[in-house]
Structures are given as structure tokens and as C-alpha cells.
């Protein structure tokens, strides 16, 4: 299974980028990262995907370097609205669905 | 477009008692999925179907049965509801086309198990 590790919680102000790194030592060949936004009471949404070096949307960005042990999701000018815990997502499409696993989340304040 | 479609989305059940949650998708995705989140923690996988006809364990599927009725629809039964068994259950769905696919989550159902 390829675990991730995230941060706990992040404070930021209104304005500011914040970067979220995610590890997950043990990622296979074919594992893509994926990105997720949850607010209370809702479902997982998608952010953002990718499977090596950057990868850019509207809302956000992901750097994920050349051993792909890791990777950052960058959220540029955050706004309160932002608030949400974030996860990453290491795994494969079915049949290796069931080796993919959600980490506990970064909760990620944001403050006027 | 309604996505992922769940219910109930609130329910109470004595221990031991046995209950159905539903999930139905509207955009034709070949894979769903079915994840228990407890407080505080990030979601974990019981099982999934990765096409019409076909189910496999995730991460936690003690307790828990499965049913992949049509493409649509994929449900999760408990069999004899036990406490440990209180979360929000999130089922999700994608396509299915050789590359990872996002997920797409429900609302979700609050089960509580007394």
C-alpha cells in the first residue's frame, strides 16, 4: 500500500500561497497523485492530478519532483473559503483500486 | 447533474440490526467505490467494484457486504451493525480508461449504531 504522510494542520492569512507536502515513500510505477478538498459535512472533491513534474489548473498547482516520493500542492492567494481539509491520494485505477489510501488530511485554516 | 447519489443520508440503528445503504451514479462511470470515515480521520476504503460485476476488498471490509447492482448502482449492507461500525460512509465513482481517474464523491450517510 502506498501510505501518505501530511501535516496535521496549516494557519494562513487571507492573500497568502501555501504549499502542502505530501509523502508517500512506497509510490508504485503506475500510481498517480491525486489531490482532494473536503468541507464539513460534504464529500472529497477534486482538486488536482498529476504523475510527475508540475501540473497546473485554475485553483491550483502540484510540483512533484523526479523520485515522485513526494509532492506539494501549492494554493496560490488563499481565501477564507479555503478552510477544508486536504488529502492526497497515492494509488492506481481498478483493479489496483484497493491499494490506494486517503492519509489523515491536512486541515488548513485560513485567517482574515 | 445529480453525480453520486446517496441514502439515506441519516440513520440510527440498534446493535445487531442489519441495514442497506444505497449509492446510484448518473454519469456513467464504470467504478465505484464505498469509504467510512470516522472523526477526525481521513477516509478509508471498504470495497469497490472496478466494472458492473465485479467486487474486491479495500482496506476495511470486515462487517460489510456489497452489491454491484448495474452500472448504476453499488450498495453496502451490514449484516449485524455493531458500535465500531458508527461513521459517515462516502461512496464515490470514476471511469475507468487505463489512467487514474478522479473520484467522485456523494454527500454521504450517518450511520450511528447504538
Known amino acids: 500500500l502506498a501510505k501518505t504522510t501530511q501535516p496535521i494542520s496549516m494557519d494562513s492569512y487571507e492573500g497568502q500561497e501555501v504549499n502542502i507536502t505530501c509523502s508517500h515513500n512506497?509510490?508504485?510505477?503506475?500510481?498517480?497523485i491525486t489531490w482532494y478538498q473536503q468541507f464539513p459535512s460534504q464529500g472529497p472533491r477534486f482538486i488536482i492530478q498529476?504523475?510527475?513534474t508540475k501540473v497546473t489548473n485554475e485553483v491550483a498547482s502540484l510540483f512533484i519532483p523526479a523520485d515522485r516520493k513526494s509532492s506539494t500542492l501549492s494554493l496560490p492567494r488563499v481565501s477564507l473559503s479555503d478552510t477544508a481539509v486536504y488529502y492526497c491520494l497515492v494509488g492506481g485505477e481498478p483493479p489496483n483500486a484497493g491499494k490506494s489510501t486517503f492519509g489523515d488530511g491536512t486541515t488548513l485554516t485560513v485567517k482574515p | 447533474n445529480a453525480g453520486v447519489t446517496q441514502t439515506p443520508k441519516f440513520q440510527v440503528l440498534k446493535t445487531g440490526q442489519s441495514m442497506t445503504l444505497q449509492c446510484a451514479q448518473d454519469m456513467n462511470h464504470n467504478s465505484m467505490y464505498w469509504y467510512r470515515q470516522d472523526p477526525g480521520m481521513g477516509l478509508r476504503l471498504i470495497y469497490y467494484s472496478a466494472s458492473e460485476g465485479t467486487t474486491d476488498k479495500g482496506e476495511v471490509p470486515n462487517g460489510y457486504n456489497v452489491s454491484r447492482l448495474n452500472k448504476r448502482e453499488f450498495s453496502l449492507r451490514l449484516e449485524s451493525a455493531a458500535p465500531s461500525q458508527t461513521s459517515v460512509y462516502f461512496c464515490a465513482s470514476s471511469t475507468l480508461r487505463g489512467r487514474n481517474q478522479p473520484q467522485h464523491f456523494g454527500d454521504g450517510t450517518r450511520l450511528s449504531i447504538l
Open positions: 512506497n509510490i508504485a510505477t503506475n500510481d498517480y
Open positions: 498529476g504523475y510527475k
